[in-house]
């Protein structure tokens, strides 16, 4: 549910140090045949659509180091509105069963988004779950209800990080559970990374109210990414970013089944007929965009990316939509929704609108 700031960016972006800077924010707000930016948004690093097809979740992104505060938008397709839904300071108190009965309160306002998911819960309730960094590494449960174009959120509970972890994506499962990904120890800093890690940084996390926190056999990897499951929550489908792989786990025994190659992965979601992943995938490696992309303040960061097709049976895989240039670069989260592919970034002033079929 992202993103790469933290695979690549976290380390290229470092080890190019702001060097000089030959590449360009893309400040155009024009389309480019198809691919049509909405460039009103902060960061929309990944999104969730809401049932009608009518409007989308946005996690518009801060830091993650928590410097930086973000917001929870409302994206309003007919119209390309966006409206704010959620931001940090408010106090409340948690709700019985939902999260952890520990869980201190609602986040600060340096409440900084992350992945997102939407989910059913058990109860028939519409369920958000936000990773976030400010003030605190946490899950955060919020309560959405509404239809159509008109929707709110209201803060629920949460679950506090495991210790020195730094979280990344989350998707929310039919019992109630979660899964979530560790990216690299919190002990690590951001900026201490000087060159590209060659060793394991993190892992997967499955949690219950039950049981707490517990690592998923099979998902140790080099900055672990994006994060899905069947169903049925019985496979999951993790994004190993600096492996350069999409895996497929089998939850019970830890078996790797198979493995899709797409390079940097990112955030995944499901196509809306359940039969494809849709994977984001970072394609630029030069350090100078990557620092350009971390220093800028307007428009959109220039990295070259595409969204990618892959098999959840045979884990093949195929480009859908792919980009060097404007309308956006630097794409983490590609969501289909009808016709339409949905793209956000890690950091920028736009939502891509790409029209499928042609």
Same mark, same amino acid.
């Given at each position: 549910?992202?993103?790469?700031?933290?695979?690549?960016?976290?380390?290229?972006?470092?080890?190019?140090?702001?060097?000089?800077?030959?590449?360009?924010?893309?400040?155009?707000?024009?389309?480019?045949?198809?691919?049509?930016?909405?460039?009103?948004?902060?960061?929309?690093?990944?999104?969730?659509?809401?049932?009608?097809?009518?409007?989308?979740?946005?996690?518009?992104?801060?830091?993650?180091?928590?410097?930086?505060?973000?917001?929870?938008?409302?994206?309003?397709?007919?119209?390309?509105?966006?409206?704010?839904?959620?931001?940090?300071?408010?106090?409340?108190?948690?709700?019985?069963?939902?999260?952890?009965?520990?869980?201190?309160?609602?986040? *600060?306002?340096?409440?900084?988004?992350?992945?997102?998911?939407?989910?059913?819960? #058990? +109860? /028939? &309730?519409?369920?958000? =779950?936000? !990773?976030?960094?400010?003030?605190?590494?946490?899950?955060?449960?919020?309560?959405?209800?509404?239809?159509?174009?008109?929707?709110?959120?209201?803060?629920?509970?949460?679950?506090?990080?495991?210790?020195?972890?730094?979280?990344?994506?989350?998707?929310?499962?039919?019992?109630?559970?979660?899964?979530?990904?560790?990216?690299?120890?919190?002990?690590?800093?951001?900026?201490?990374?000087?060159?590209?890690?060659?060793?394991?940084?993190?892992?997967?996390?499955?949690?219950?109210?039950?049981?707490?926190?517990?690592?998923? *056999?099979?998902?140790?990897?080099?900055?672990?990414?994006?994060?899905?499951?069947? #169903? +049925? /929550? &019985?496979?999951?489908? =993790?994004? !190993?970013?600096?492996?350069?792989?999409?895996?497929?786990?089998?939850?019970?025994?830890?078996?790797?089944?198979?493995?899709?190659?797409?390079?940097?992965?990112?955030?995944?979601?499901?196509?809306?007929?359940?039969?494809?992943?849709?994977?984001?995938?970072?394609?630029?490696?030069?350090?100078?965009?990557?620092?350009?992309?971390?220093?800028?303040?307007?428009?959109?960061?220039?990295?070259?990316?595409?969204?990618?097709?892959?098999?959840?049976?045979?884990?093949?895989?195929?480009?859908?939509?792919?980009?060097?240039? *404007?309308?956006?670069?630097?794409?983490?989260?590609?969501?289909?929704?009808?016709?339409?592919?949905?793209?956000?970034?890690?950091?920028?002033?736009?939502?891509?609108?790409?029209?499928?079929?042609?």
């Amino acid at each position: 549910m992202q993103p790469v700031r933290l695979a690549c960016l976290s380390f290229i972006a470092c080890c190019a140090a702001l060097a000089a800077q030959a590449a360009e924010p893309i400040l155009a707000c024009d389309a480019v045949a198809n691919a049509r930016p909405v460039c009103t948004f902060q960061n929309p690093e990944d999104l969730a659509p809401l049932p009608g097809g009518e409007a989308l979740l946005v996690s518009e992104y801060g830091a993650m180091q928590g410097d930086k505060a973000g917001d929870l938008a409302l994206f309003v397709l007919a119209s390309d509105e966006r409206t704010v839904l959620y931001r940090g300071g408010a106090q409340a108190k948690p709700t019985a069963g939902w999260g952890d009965p520990a869980c201190p309160g609602a986040p *600060p306002a340096e409440f900084s988004p992350h992945g997102i998911d939407l989910f059913e819960r #058990p +109860d /028939g &309730k519409l369920a958000l =779950l936000v !990773v976030q960094h400010g003030g605190r590494e946490s899950i955060e449960f919020f309560e959405v209800t509404g239809a159509g174009t008109h929707w709110e959120v209201a803060w629920r509970g949460c679950v506090l990080a495991p210790e020195d972890a730094w979280l990344n994506e989350v998707v929310g499962l039919a019992d109630g559970g979660l899964l979530t990904t560790k990216m690299m120890p919190r002990s690590a800093g951001m900026g201490s990374i000087e060159e590209p890690p060659t060793e394991p940084t993190g892992h997967a996390f499955a949690w219950s109210a039950a049981e707490g926190f517990s690592e998923i *056999p099979g998902s140790v990897g080099i900055m672990p990414n994006g994060i899905e499951a069947s #169903p +049925d /929550g &019985k496979t999951v489908y =993790l994004n !190993v970013s600096m492996e350069n792989q999409v895996r497929k786990i089998d939850r019970a025994t830890g078996e790797v089944q198979a493995r899709a190659e797409v390079a940097m992965p990112d955030n995944i979601t499901w196509s809306p007929d359940g039969k494809r992943l849709l994977v984001a995938s970072l394609r630029g490696t030069d350090p100078e965009a990557f620092a350009l992309c971390e220093s800028m303040t307007a428009g959109a960061c220039p990295i070259a990316f595409a969204i990618v097709s892959v098999d959840p049976e045979t884990m093949t895989a195929s480009d859908v939509y792919a980009s060097d240039g *404007p309308p956006m670069g630097a794409g983490t989260v590609g969501l289909q929704v009808g016709d339409e592919l949905f793209i956000g970034s890690f950091k920028g002033d736009r939502v891509l609108r790409v029209k499928l079929g042609q």
